[in-house]
Structure formats: structure tokens, C-alpha cells
């Protein structure tokens, strides 16, 4: 892997970043004017004044922005206009819930996944096969807010078995990571599936076969780890998905992450903690990228010389 393959990547990274805290720099400021929720109803046209001087939104736009890209490079994003703390603390204070909501559905996705996956390949055309298709397609086409109050209604509600909102303990974090893993154990199944079926039908695995190794051995040293170069990606484009859609998941559990955290910012137009969290959200998904797209090359050494 070459310096100019990492400057490259680095470099794209870095674009990635500043396009998307500028799109929502400008998007924030289309909703409205945050001072008008900040002052009463009976607060006169000073006082009102007097806030946007204090905040900066006197200023014109292109001011602004310059004044928020270098306090983007500080990460300084302002206070928080409901919390009166520092945006980009009260964002990452809500960042570890949300990073173990994610990681933990994406094992509940590749828990389930993978075997799924392997044995409907090995099984082809049988009724094991049809039945774990059937039950990706319908974990596929089930949207994650009415599988989660599914979920609330039998287990919490009904058998009292989880508890249905927060998140004090590990127990509060089941009932969403299972959510949000069934729905992306439906898609790597699905494609770690087609992926092994086209790598079974290589010649090096029927020059495999042909020198008598075991079913397992084969599948298990020839098979699979050339299978799951390309389900990495998808793998890692799930994580991505997921800490996307925990902002519905954590809204429906009451679940005090991130996710919960920016619809209640956007409700109250609270832009500097908007900000802070849609840079952090969009910084998670930037270094996830860099990371594969390091790792791509240590597996497959084709990608850096392309």
C-alpha cells in the first residue's frame, strides 16, 4: 500500500467532512430564526437584538461561515442553546450510546447473518435455503419503527420480558439492537449468500474438490475467505445504515444517544448542537470509510496497484 494510495484517501476524507458541514451550515439556517425561541413572547425588539449580537446571527452569512469553519477547525461549535454547554460536548457525551447501539446491532446482523448466509449457499434450492431467504426478505421489508414497537408490545408490554425505554443498563440496549439487526441481518445474509455460490463455482475450489478435500475444509479455506472480501463492504455500509437509523430506533425506545439527541435539537433549533452532532455523525462515517479503504488493500492486494 502505497503513500500516494493513503494521501489520497486521506485527502478525500477531509473534502467528505468540509462538503457536509457546509450543506448543513446553510440547511440549519433555512428553518428559521432560533432567537425567536429563545426570548418570551412579551420580550421587546432590544432584547431581541441583543441575543442575535450575542450569538452572531446579526452578522451576514458568508461571515458566519467563515467564523464557523475556524471554529470548526478549534472544534469549537458554540454553546448549545438549550443546554448552555458546549455543543460538541453535550454531542459527545450521547456518542458512546450510540456507538454500542450500532456495534451491538451489527452483531446481532452478522450473528445472524453469516450462518443464515453460509448454510442457504450450502443448502441451495432446498426448503432450508426458501426459508431463510423468506425470512430476509421479510426482515428486509419491515421498517424499523413498527418492528421496534412490535418488539415493545410482546416483550416488554405483554411477557414483561425487557424493559421497553431508556438506557441504564445493558438490558435497555436488547430490544433496539435486535430492532435494527434483523433488519440488516436480512441484507448480509442475502448478499454473503450469492457472493459464496459465485466463489464456489471457481476452478481453484473444483480443483479443490477434485483432490478429495472435505466439504468443510474446502468451504472453510477456499470459499469463504474469498467470499467475504466483497461482504466487508456491504458489512461496513451496514454500519454505516445503522448508526443512521438509530436516530428512528432510539426515538421509538426513548434511547439516549445521538440519534434522540438532534431530533430534539432540530425541534428547538438549537443550531450549534445540530452542527456538533451531524459533523460527529458524518466524521464516524468518514473514518469507517478510510478504515476499509486502508484495509482493502492488506486483503486484496489488486485494489492499491488499480
Given at each position: 500500500m502505497g503513500r500516494r494510495y493513503?494521501?489520497?484517501?486521506l485527502g478525500q476524507a477531509l473534502l467528505i467532512v468540509w462538503g457536509v458541514s457546509t450543506i448543513v451550515f446553510v440547511a440549519v439556517r433555512l428553518s428559521g430564526d432560533?432567537?425567536?425561541?429563545?426570548?418570551?413572547?412579551t420580550a421587546g425588539a432590544d432584547e431581541v437584538a441583543r441575543l442575535r449580537r450575542a450569538y452572531g446571527f446579526d452578522r451576514p452569512i458568508p461571515i458566519q461561515y467563515l467564523a464557523f469553519l475556524q471554529r470548526v477547525v478549534r472544534g469549537d461549535f458554540g454553546e448549545s442553546l438549550r443546554f448552555n454547554l458546549p455543543a460538541l460536548a453535550v454531542a459527545a457525551d450521547r456518542l458512546p450510546a450510540t456507538l454500542s447501539l450500532a456495534l451491538a446491532s451489527l452483531g446481532v446482523?452478522?450473528?445472524?447473518?453469516f450462518p443464515a448466509g453460509i448454510l442457504a449457499a450450502v443448502r441451495r434450492n432446498t426448503p432450508l435455503d426458501r426459508a431463510a431467504m423468506m425470512v430476509a426478505l421479510l426482515g428486509q421489508s419491515t421498517p424499523t419503527f413498527w418492528s421496534g414497537l412490535i418488539a415493545i408490545l410482546v416483550f416488554a408490554a405483554w411477557w414483561r420480558l425487557l424493559p421497553a425505554t431508556g438506557g441504564e443498563t445493558w438490558w435497555h440496549l436488547v430490544l433496539p439492537a435486535c430492532?435494527?439487526?434483523?433488519?440488516?441481518?436480512a441484507k448480509v445474509s442475502r448478499v454473503l449468500r450469492s457472493a459464496v455460490l459465485e466463489v464456489m463455482t471457481a476452478d481453484w475450489v473444483r480443483t479443490a474438490r477434485a483432490k478429495g478435500?472435505?466439504?468443510?475444509?474446502?468451504?472453510l479455506r477456499h470459499v469463504l475467505p474469498n467470499a467475504l472480501i466483497g461482504v466487508i463492504a456491504i458489512v461496513t455500509l451496514e454500519f454505516q445504515l445503522l448508526l443512521g437509523g438509530a436516530i428512528v430506533t432510539e426515538t421509538v425506545f426513548a434511547y439516549p444517544g445521538m440519534g434522540r439527541l438532534v431530533i430534539q435539537a432540530v425541534g428547538t433549533r438549537d443550531y450549534p448542537l445540530v452542527q456538533a452532532i451531524v459533523f460527529l455523525f458524518?466524521?464516524?462515517l468518514v473514518l469507517v470509510n478510510l478504515l476499509v479503504d486502508l484495509l482493502y488493500p492488506w486483503l486484496d492486494p489488486r485494489i492499491a496497484r488499480e
Open positions: 493513503v494521501l489520497r484517501k432560533p432567537v425567536s425561541l429563545m426570548v418570551s413572547d446482523a452478522v450473528a445472524i447473518g430492532t435494527l439487526g434483523w433488519f440488516s441481518a478435500l472435505p466439504a468443510s475444509v474446502v468451504l458524518s466524521f464516524l
